[in-house]
Nanobody, 117 residues
Framework: QVQLVESGGGLVQPGESLRLSCAAS????????MAWYRQAPGKQRELVAL?????????ADFVKGRFTISRDNAKNTVTVYLQMNSLKPEDTAVYYC?????????WGQGTQVTVSS
């Protein structure tokens, strides 16, 4: 059974940091591109960052210089991280982990990140 399980969300103040984790299991995820998306209330889901199977990264302009995506390719589980620094209130959203290898795509259940003073 394929599972993407996110963790690490929470409530922080502006300027603080959080680290999200996503553990992908139930399939061979090593060749997959892993990504983080987010969805704020009333807005569409948007790409935050992605990392390919060989470590190439890409970031949305609104997180460049603040967020870092990384991955750990273990034998049976791939874990992807999102280090979020200098958080802003506009970063408040549900953050979703995604695994993509055409034609398959999988989603996690999401983790809430709230940035508020």
């Amino acid at each position: 059974q394929v599972q993407l399980v996110e963790s690490g969300g929470g409530l922080v103040q502006p300027g603080e940091s959080l680290r999200l984790s996503c553990a992908a299991s139930g399939s061979t995820f090593n060749p997959y591109t892993m990504a983080w998306y987010r969805q704020a209330p009333g807005k569409q889901r948007e790409l935050v960052a992605l990392i390919t199977n060989d470590g190439v990264t890409n970031y949305a302009d609104f997180v460049k210089g603040r967020f870092t995506i990384s991955r750990d390719n273990a034998k049976n589980t791939v874990t992807v991280y999102l280090q979020m620094n200098s958080l802003k209130p506009e970063d408040t959203a549900v953050y979703y982990c995604n695994a993509f290898l055409f034609p398959r795509t999988y989603w996690g259940q999401g983790t809430q990140v709230t940035v508020s003073s």
